[in-house]
């Protein structure tokens, strides 16, 4: 059974900075690429960023390109997510997710098997 867990949310003031964990158990975690993704109140679930089973290819969100960076240890089985100089539209819940079919960075929800609850971040102005 594939399990993913995110952790390291909260509530942060304007150009604060978090650091997000997500904890893969069950499988192979080295295998397979990941993403996190993020959804605010009464919008899409959109992405935020990805990254290949080895680690040596990334992708960001426009909007959060230069702020954010996404890394993975694959002994630990857990995908990082650092964001810093967080803006109060950057609050929503954040997921991470595991794409089991390539190890490509995609950028939509249906590229993704598996999903983590979500971890909240909130960010005051």
């Known amino acids: 059974q594939v399990q993913l867990v995110e952790s390291g949310g909260g509530l942060v003031q304007a150009g604060g900075s978090l650091r997000l964990s997500c904890a893969a158990s069950?499988?192979?975690?080295?295998?397979?690429?990941m993403g996190w993704f993020r959804q605010a109140p009464g919008k899409e679930r959109e992405f935020v960023a990805a990254i290949t089973w080895e680690g040596t290819r990334t992708a960001y969100a426009d909007s959060m390109k230069g702020r954010i960076t996404i890394s993975r240890d694959n002994a630990k089985n857990t995908v990082y997510l650092r964001m810093n100089g967080l803006k109060p539209e950057d609050t929503a819940v954040y997921y991470c997710a595991e794409n089991r079919r390539s190890n490509s960075l995609g950028h939509q929800t249906h590229e993704y098997d598996y999903w983590g609850q979500g971890t909240q971040v909130t960010v005051s102005s």
């Open positions: 069950g499988r192979t975690f080295s295998s397979y690429a």
